[in-house]
T-cell receptor, first 114, second 108 residues
Framework: GAGVSQSPSNKVTEKGKDVELRCDPISGHTALYWYRQSLGQGLEFLIYFQGNSAPDKSGLPSDRFSAERTGGSVSTLTIQRTQQEDSAVYLC????????????FGPGTRLTVL | EDQVTQSPEALRLQEGESSSLNCSYTVSGLRGLFWYRQDPGKGPEFLFTLYSAGEEKEKERLKATLTKKESFLHITAPKPEDSATYLCAVLGYSTLTFGKGTMLLVSP
């Protein structure tokens, strides 16, 4: 079956512009995560959606970052007024039911802010 | 705060040369320890989940073990296709915490 997909695969933007990154989780998975992976760093948790519950936004680094999950499926991560330090690979993962279940990752979106 | 430390940061092996990767952790209430493999330009690919000390899991040339403070990923007679970054992550009371990974290069 289809895995987690993300788009675009690469995004180059200018400092100060807004960007939207998309994640399509595995069908039927109720949990969805966004992570950021910078060069030489581990995966940094950003935000977690579980079903219809309020999302866990505790990992968002600033109020320039936001995310939505529509209809319990597709998710969009928005970064407003991008800065050079936002350059990283943004990874999305989905999970069948949350908790200790396996997280399945998408290929990521490589964001470069010039 | 949950913490995960992986060592070494990088490891170079000859084909067939067995070795182990280490993942040391501190976590409030371990609910699971996960190993992932990540190839360049791709997302992490799930390998194993371990839930309690003493547990072991195997898959082809890989074997993961768990104690109360650390996990090892043993690689037996590695092949060049085993070259990748191996990530360890722990699940405590909240979200998954990842280590920075060990970059493994296996030369023919």
């Amino acid at each position: 079956g289809a895995g987690v997909s993300q788009s675009p695969s690469n995004k180059v933007t200018e400092k100060g512009k807004d960007v939207e990154l998309r994640c399509d989780p595995i069908s039927g998975h109720t949990a969805l995560y966004w992570y950021r992976q910078s060069l030489g760093q581990g995966l940094e948790f950003l935000i977690y959606f579980q079903g219809n519950s309020a999302p866990d936004k505790s990992g968002l680094p600033s109020d320039r970052f936001s995310a939505e999950r529509t209809g319990g499926s597709v998710s969009t991560l928005t970064i407003q007024r991008t800065q050079q330090e936002d350059s990283a690979v943004y990874l999305c993962a989905s999970q069948l039911a949350g908790g200790g279940d396996t997280q399945y990752f998408g290929p990521g979106t490589r964001l470069t802010v010039l | 705060e949950d913490q995960v430390t992986q060592s070494p940061e990088a490891l170079r092996l000859q084909e067939g040369e067995s070795s182990s990767l280490n993942c040391s952790y501190t976590v409030s209430g371990l609910r699971g320890l996960f190993w992932y493999r990540q190839d360049p330009g791709k997302g992490p690919e799930f390998l194993f989940t371990l839930y309690s000390a003493g547990e072991e899991k195997e898959k082809e040339r890989l074997k993961a073990t768990l104690t109360k403070k650390e996990s090892f990923l043993h690689i037996t007679a590695p092949k060049p296709e085993d070259s990748a970054t191996y990530l360890c992550a722990v699940l405590g009371y909240s979200t998954l915490t990842f280590g920075k990974g060990t970059m493994l290069l296996v030369s023919p």
